[in-house]
Nanobody, 119 residues
Framework: QVQLVESGGGLVQAGGSLRLSCAAS????????MGWYRQAPGKQRELVAT???????TYANPVKGRFTISRDSAENTVNLQMNSLKPEDTAVYYC?????????????WGQGTQVTVSS
């Protein structure tokens, strides 16, 4: 059974930094892609960043240049370094992973971690 567990959220002032981690119960290299989404109150869940098993990354425009997604093979985690945080980054952040199985794709989600940026 695949489990994703996020950690590292919290309260930070605008301009500060946080580092989120997503620990997987199976090898992170078993996933085709892993990533982070976020959902602010009253808004739809939106993509933040992705990292493929091949190492390619993508970022949503609002976080480009401020956030960095990476993986730690030794810890078996995918991390999101968030710098220059803004109040509009306040949201619940979710780790997600997609595994390809033949002709189908299975997606997995963590329970989310709250990030609050005060002005």
């Amino acid at each position: 059974q695949v489990q994703l567990v996020e950690s590292g959220g919290g309260l930070v002032q605008a301009g500060g930094s946080l580092r989120l981690s997503c620990a997987a119960s199976v090898s992170i290299f078993s996933f085709y892609v892993m990533g982070w989404y976020r959902q602010a109150p009253g808004k739809q869940r939106e993509l933040v960043a992705t990292l493929t098993s091949g190492g390619s990354t993508t970022y949503a425009n609002p976080v480009k240049g401020r956030f960095t997604i990476s993986r730690d093979s030794a810890e078996n985690t995918v991390n999101l370094q968030m710098n220059s945080l803004k109040p509009e980054d306040t949201a619940v952040y979710y780790c997600t992973a997609v595994r390809l199985d033949g002709g189908s794709a299975d997606d997995y989600w963590g329970q989310g971690t709250q990030v609050t940026v005060s002005s």
